[in-house]
Structure formats: structure tokens, C-alpha cells
């Protein structure tokens, strides 16, 4: 049994009425995999856990976790190709696809400062990938 726990944060993301996607793009992987390697991916039962933080995730399997980590939806997470010489404020993190330095603190609402042109910026929604 696979299973997804989300803090209440998160729980926007999850339900289809509040324009999140997410069960769509688990449905669409779970085809696609089954599609391209031959496996069947088990259902993946999600569920609200009051116990992790607002935007706490982690995945089980089997009741053990396997992955987690924090996601902060109403911020852009802005990563750092190499070639960025300005100082950037924000709260230090790991990109989970690839464990590249980032940052979250950059308001998904509010246009981006001159200095932040350069780097490249993800909502949170991409960001449900992890290793």
C-alpha cells in the first residue's frame, strides 16, 4: 500500500475543488509508468495527518516512510544555476528532483525584483517530485 500524508497546508493541492491537481497527475504517472515499464503502480491513498506540519509531506509504504519533506505553496522556489552573483534572500532548502541548493521566499503573487531575472523560478505544484 502506498499512501501520501499531507499537513493541512497542503490539503488545497490535493482536492480537485480547490483547483489543486494533484490526483490527476497521480492517476496520469501511475498510467504512465504502467504504460512504459510494464509495472502497476498501486493505488495511492492520500490523507490529510493534523500531526505533520502546514506543509509538511511524507510517502509510505507499507506504513514505513520512504520520503517527505516541506513544500511551502503560496512561495516560488528560486534555484541558483551556477552563474548568479547577486545576494538573494530566502529560506535555504534542497530542490527534491534533484537535491540542488534553493530557496523558497519569494511570494508566487508578487512580481519578481530586477536581480532575480536570472534565476529560474518553480510554483509548487512541479515540485512534487522526489527522489
Same mark, same amino acid.
Given at each position: 500500500?502506498?499512501?501520501?500524508?499531507?499537513g493541512?497546508?497542503?490539503? #488545497?493541492?490535493?482536492? @480537485?475543488? @480547490?483547483? $489543486?491537481?494533484?490526483?490527476? !497527475?497521480?492517476? @496520469? /504517472?501511475?498510467?504512465?509508468?504502467?504504460?512504459?515499464? %510494464?509495472?502497476?503502480?498501486?493505488?495511492?491513498? /492520500?490523507? +490529510? #495527518?493534523?500531526?505533520? %506540519? *502546514?506543509?509538511?509531506? !511524507?510517502?509510505? /509504504?507499507?506504513? #514505513?516512510?520512504?520520503?517527505?519533506?516541506?513544500?511551502?505553496?503560496?512561495? &516560488?522556489?528560486?534555484?541558483?544555476? %551556477?552563474?548568479?552573483?547577486? !545576494?538573494?534572500?530566502? /529560506?535555504?532548502?534542497?530542490? *527534491?528532483?534533484? $537535491?540542488? +541548493?534553493?530557496l523558497f %521566499?519569494?511570494?508566487? $503573487?508578487?512580481? !519578481?525584483?530586477?536581480?532575480?531575472?536570472?534565476?529560474? &523560478?518553480?510554483?509548487?505544484?512541479?515540485?512534487?517530485?522526489?527522489?
Open positions: 500500500m502506498v499512501e501520501l500524508e499531507v493541512y497546508g497542503l490539503i #488545497n493541492i490535493v482536492e @480537485s475543488q @480547490s483547483s $489543486g491537481d494533484l490526483l490527476e !497527475r497521480i492517476v @496520469s /504517472i501511475r498510467k504512465q509508468f504502467a504504460l512504459d515499464m %510494464g509495472i502497476i503502480v498501486p493505488s495511492v491513498h /492520500i490523507r +490529510d #495527518n493534523l500531526q505533520l %506540519g *502546514p506543509g509538511e509531506y !511524507r510517502v509510505l /509504504i507499507k506504513g #514505513n516512510r520512504v520520503a517527505g519533506g516541506t513544500l511551502r505553496p503560496d512561495y &516560488l522556489l528560486a534555484m541558483d544555476p %551556477g552563474n548568479t552573483t547577486a !545576494r538573494v534572500d530566502g /529560506i535555504p532548502t534542497k530542490e *527534491p528532483a534533484f $537535491g540542488l +541548493d534553493a %521566499g519569494f511570494h508566487a $503573487g508578487h512580481a !519578481r525584483k530586477p536581480s532575480l531575472r536570472a534565476l529560474p &523560478l518553480s510554483t509548487c505544484p512541479p515540485l512534487w517530485q522526489h527522489t
